[in-house]
């Protein structure tokens, strides 16, 4: 069966899909047996949920940046 | 045209419309930053995203609508880096940069592979709870800083904007193998950083 260890070292790829059918099967295993393993990964799902959610700033920049290439592609046409 | 929105928003593009390049800069700007911090470096990628939006506002008449929007932009940004990068690409540098709040490494395992530290149980589990701590946004974003530019903007791709590994492979010229390698480790540090804060209330 695979460890803890192992588990861990392949969760991104669990969670990416990138694991063949024999490996996931493995996987789900592991899980089913492991309370900490069931953590590990429900936490991780909430961390890349986190990174998805984390705000990010740079407004006025943006507004420039936009005015900037409108008035670009007026001329332009 | 495959993609509909797209072509809503191109014709409003094509017209000069402030405001659509309002939403296509605020939608794909992140985005191209990233692939081009990752080829080019943080000092010269400001500069390939300039130089890669006025690419796009010239060859606006030439979208053709055969790929997404995204996928255009962003590899028009990944050939305005390569173009820069004049000289020889340099290695993909798989050495990992120590994170402030380190990993999941080694020393959480027992010999025979079970957990000796096991997973902290934290107290939120939504990311919008999690979230709302101000000081835990400033400890992530610490941590988002010190991955190398090449790590740091395979997860961004990845996770911000749900980017295939297979289209991140292309995009940046990094194999499938080093890209799941740097996004693993990538993952673990973010990980790691709010586990920490979860079992300490601090950063």
């Known amino acids: 069966m695979l460890s803890c260890k192992e588990l861990v070292a392949r969760s991104s790829d669990f969670l990416d899909k990138q694991l063949s059918f024999r490996q996931r099967l493995a996987v789900r295993r592991h899980l089913l047996a492991c309370k900490n393993c069931r953590r590990f990964i429900k936490q991780m799902r909430l961390s890349q949920a986190v990174l998805r959610q984390l705000p990010q700033g740079q407004n006025a920049e943006l507004d420039s940046l936009a005015a900037k290439l409108a008035e670009l592609r007026r001329q332009h046409s | ?136 946004r400033e400890c992530l974003e610490k941590t988002l800083a010190s991955l190398s530019e090449l790590q740091g903007s395979v997860l961004h791709l990845r996770e911000r904007e749900g980017l295939e590994l297979e289209e991140i492979c292309n995009l940046l010229q990094v194999s499938l193998s080093n890209v799941r390698v740097l996004l693993h480790r990538a993952r673990l540090k973010v990980f790691a950083t709010l586990e920490h804060f979860e079992e300490t209330g601090q950063c």
């Open chain 2, 1 to 136: 045209m495959n993609y509909p929105t797209d072509s809503a928003l191109l014709s409003r593009l094509l017209a000069g419309e402030q405001k659509a390049f309002r939403e296509l800069v605020a939608t794909y700007q992140g985005a191209m930053r990233a692939v081009a911090f990752a080829i080019v470096g943080s000092r010269n990628a400001d500069e390939v995203v300039q130089d890669a939006w006025l690419a796009v506002v010239r060859n606006l008449e030439g979208f053709q609508g055969r790929a997404s929007l995204k996928t255009w932009l962003l590899t028009i940004t990944a050939n305005t880096a390569k173009t820069r990068l004049k000289h020889n690409r340099r290695e993909v540098l798989l050495d990992d940069i120590s994170s402030p709040h380190g990993s999941i490494g080694d020393e959480r395992f027992a010999d025979d592979g079970h957990w000796l530290l096991a997973p902290y149980a934290w107290h939120q589990d939504t990311p919008e709870a999690l979230l709302t701590e101000a000081e835990l």
